[in-house]
């Protein structure tokens, strides 16, 4: 085939042709990315307009949680539940307390420092040792042997002859108070508590009771 040359200006018409197309493609492809990223703002804003609050943490007091607590991410909700948890076992263990110490001060009874208190704690000694005898009994007792007087001391019979003279509200000889000496009470004859717990448990081991024992025993 033979072969043609193109004039000058017919290469330049042909070449601007080319051109052009390409330029309204990379328009065209212009256009688009534009409208592209014009609607991606409005886009990101509606999903935030749509997105749900974010929650701020609060602590156990109802304030805004502290940095400390949102580095380590501990569940505001769990914060708050241990701080209830341990408020009411607080409360519980204090009214626990309370009531051991009401208990205690209801087991530790309090006796008048006379004869009438001597008689009563006595009886209570005696009950929970299983000696018998009775508030009548003991007084009517005590009464003949000292008239009430816990340091009486019989100088004159015959174990004061013999060195070991009866002493106390039921006048009682050393050697009869260290055998019959009631565990509890002190380790003292002239004791009122001590000395009338040993005289009756004395009497209930010789006469069954001190209720029994009407003169001299």
């Known amino acids: 085939m033979p072969s043609f040359t193109l004039p000058r200006a017919g290469r330049i018409t042909r070449i601007t042709r080319t051109h052009k197309i390409a330029v309204a493609v990379l328009a065209a492809a212009g256009a688009t990315s534009g409208l592209a990223l014009t609607s991606a703002p409005d886009t990101a804003q509606a999903a935030s307009e749509h ?21 380590t991410g501990r569940p505001v909700t769990a914060s708050v539940a241990d701080h209830v948890k341990v408020t009411a076992v607080a409360k519980q263990h204090s009214a626990q307390q309370a009531a051991n110490r009401s208990t205690e001060r209801k087991a530790v009874k309090d006796y008048p420092n006379n004869l009438d208190g001597w008689i009563r704690q006595s009886l209570d000694i005696m009950k929970a040792k299983g000696i018998p005898g009775s508030y009548e009994g003991l007084h009517r007792n ?44 002190a380790d003292k004859l002239t004791d009122p508590v001590a000395n009338i717990t040993a005289a009756a448990n004395y009497a209930a081991d010789r006469y069954g009771s001190i209720d029994n024992v009407n003169s001299a025993y």
């Open 51 to 71: 997105a749900p609050a974010a929650v701020k943490p609060v602590d156990a007091k109802g304030q805004p949680a502290k940095a400390d607590d949102a580095k």
């Open 142 to 185: 005590i009464m003949r042997e000292s008239s009430g007087n816990p340091n009486a001391v019989n100088g004159w019979d015959v174990n004061a002859v013999n060195g070991i003279p009866s002493k106390g509200l039921l006048q009682v000889i050393q050697p009869t108070f260290d055998q019959y000496h009631v565990a509890g009470t």
